[in-house]
């Protein structure tokens, strides 16, 4: 997991810079730090991945509906998108700009996804 949400930060940092020319996802240099083994309730896992305004939170997942969060470079292009859109954007995240604010993010999720795997074309279904 530790070693998942360093590699997927480092794609999507990639993908920012190759892409768009950003330095980090606040166009700074910002660290992007991440805490995996997330647990609200020590005694239950935590299903689900967030961006915090700070840092990426990776719960592990219950391992019936959901598996690690860190697994799917996707999930962490995401949540790491909440940032770019936090510090280009400034949406409020509710309503109708929580709404873009999400779509964002799923968009460039899949996005980062297509670029590290070099899929320039989609795939035809079925």
């Not at 995240?93 to 604010?101: C, I, P, S, T, V």
């Amino acid at each position: 997991m530790i070693n998942e949400a360093y590699d997927y930060s480092g794609v999507v940092y990639d993908f920012y810079t190759a892409v768009f020319g950003r330095n980090s996802i606040d166009d700074r240099g910002m660290r992007l730090d991440s805490s995996v083994h997330y647990r609200e309730d020590p005694s239950e896992a935590y299903d689900n991945a967030l961006w915090n305004g700070a840092e990426m939170i990776y719960g592990d997942g219950d391992k019936v509906i959901f598996e690690r969060f860190t697994k799917c470079l996707d999930v962490v292009g995401h949540e790491l998108t909440h940032g770019v859109t936090q510090y280009e954007a400034a949406l409020a995240y509710h309503g109708e700009q929580g709404a873009l604010n999400e779509s964002f993010s799923d968009v460039f999720g899949s996005l980062i996804k297509q670029w590290k795997e070099k899929n320039r074309r989609p795939r035809p279904i079925g």
